[in-house]
Nanobody, 122 residues
C-alpha cells in the first residue's frame, strides 16, 4: 500500500499563501506522477496540480494556474504545493496521491493520504 502524508494546511486571509507538503517513499515517486486533489464541502474531489517525478513536467487546473506551483525535492522524497493569492473558493481538504501518469479524474487513483485542511477566509 502506498503511504502518503500531507501537511502544511491552515487558515489564511484571502490573498495569503500556504505551502503544502506531500511525503512518500522514493520508490513510489521514482517512476510515477504525484498529484494534488482537493475536496470542498458538498463538492466532488477535483484535480489541482500534478508533477511527473522523473521529468518534472507539471499540469495545473485552470482555476489555480498562475497562483499555485507544484514542485518536488528528490532528496526529501517530497512534493510541494505553493499556494499564493488564496481565495475563499480554495477552501477544501487537500490530498496528494500518485499514479503512473497524471489524470484529472479522481476515479483513476487508488491511494490517498490523510489530507490537510486549507481555509481561505474572506
Amino acid at each position: 500500500q502506498v503511504q502518503l502524508v500531507e501537511s502544511g494546511g491552515g487558515l489564511v486571509q484571502a490573498g495569503g499563501s500556504l505551502r503544502l507538503s506531500c511525503a512518500a517513499s522514493r520508490r513510489t515517486f521514482s517512476s510515477t506522477s504525484v498529484v494534488w486533489f482537493r475536496q470542498a464541502p458538498g463538492k466532488e474531489r477535483e484535480f489541482v496540480a500534478g508533477i511527473f517525478w522523473s521529468s518534472g513536467r507539471t499540469n495545473y487546473a485552470d482555476s489555480v494556474e498562475g497562483r499555485f506551483t507544484i514542485s518536488k525535492d528528490n532528496a526529501k522524497n517530497t512534493v510541494y504545493l505553493q499556494m499564493n493569492s488564496l481565495e475563499p473558493e480554495d477552501t477544501a481538504i487537500y490530498y496528494c496521491t500518485t499514479r503512473v501518469s497524471i489524470s484529472r479524474n479522481q476515479n483513476d487513483y487508488s491511494y490517498w493520504g490523510q489530507g490537510t485542511q486549507v481555509t481561505g477566509s474572506s
